[in-house]
């Protein structure tokens, strides 16, 4: 496939850099307008540009990840050069309906939401798109399972996934950053204490992706009883860890829907 991604920024490029890593057979071109600072993934077979247009009617996915208030820009720079392209947005907040309109009907749209352990195959993409739009939207679903995961959902759960799933990783990364810190406290110097606390996220993922049963049935098989991880446990929560993370996740999709 011929895959044209307009922005280069973090998304964009652990986009490129996971596609050119793990699947095969695709031509990749990423656009930014100062390319000085993504120069570098050329060395990866991926083009880099500074022009949107450049080629662009040789693509067959368009992707977009750019900032929602770039996206009259973009669309009105490329779209008198494409005809009946597949496009894949990754801006958030930015509905099937309003995409469909501004692209005038003419090209099938399809909404992303991955994070960035897209780089590293591990994303949890989650991905809509209308009845009309099937057959596009299912190309783009297998695309996306080479970077991690890839999950269809209602277009109405767009906002929720881009919280759980793509700021989840900014979540998730500082949860391992205060179990460092500890980890500093109680002994170890940062690098130990770093790959500790992020295997052992790593593993609890695992866990929970491979047993795909309800958490604390996981968390009883580590609690001894009257040991010293229920202790710990208890005395995250008199300090308010779940309800500080369910607040924070919800503070976040207030702000994508203002
Ligand atoms: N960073 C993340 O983890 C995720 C971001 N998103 C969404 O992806 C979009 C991009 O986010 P980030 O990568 O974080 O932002 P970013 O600011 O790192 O990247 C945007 C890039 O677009 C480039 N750009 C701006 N105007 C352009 C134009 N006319 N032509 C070509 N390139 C242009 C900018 O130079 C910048 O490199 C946003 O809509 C964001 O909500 C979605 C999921 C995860
Ligand atoms: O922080 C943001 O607005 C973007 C959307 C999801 C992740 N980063």
């Known amino acids: 496939m011929n895959i044209h991604i307009i922005g280069g920024g973090n998304l964009g490029v652990a986009i490129a850099v996971g596609l050119a890593n793990y699947s095969k057979g695709n031509h990749i071109t990423i656009t930014r307008r100062n390319t000085a600072q993504i120069q570098h993934l050329s060395q990866n077979g991926i083009i880099v540009s500074s022009n949107n247009i450049e080629n662009i009617d040789q693509a067959d996915l368009i992707i977009l990840t750019i900032k929602p208030y770039q996206i009259d820009t ?88 881009t919280v759980l799933g793509a700021c989840g990783t900014a979540y998730a990364l500082r949860y391992i950053r205060a179990s460092m810190q500890a980890g500093i406290e109680i002994g170890f110097d940062a690098q130990t204490a770093l790959a500790i606390a992020s295997q052992t996220a790593k593993g609890a993922a695992k866990m929970a992706l491979e047993e795909k049963i309800h958490p604390e049935q996981l968390i009883d098989r580590v609690t001894t009883p009257q040991g010293c991880t229920i202790v710990g446990l208890n005395e995250m929560e008199h300090r308010g860890f779940s309800s500080a993370l369910i607040r924070g996740i919800k503070t976040s999709l207030q702000k994508i829907k203002e």
């Open 74 to 161: 973009v669309l009105n720079e490329i779209l008198p050069h494409i005809s009946n392209k597949i496009i894949a947005s990754a801006v958030s907040g930015v509905s099937l309906e309003t995409l469909q309109q501004k692209a005038i009907g003419a090209h099938p749209i399809v909404r992303i939401m991955p994070n960035i352990a897209a780089q590293f195959a591990e994303s949890a993409t989650c991905i809509s798109f209308s009845e009309q739009n099937k057959e596009a939207g299912e190309h783009v679903v297998s695309l996306f399972n080479y970077l991690g995961t890839a999950i269809v959902i209602e277009e109405k759960l767009m906002d929720a996934a």
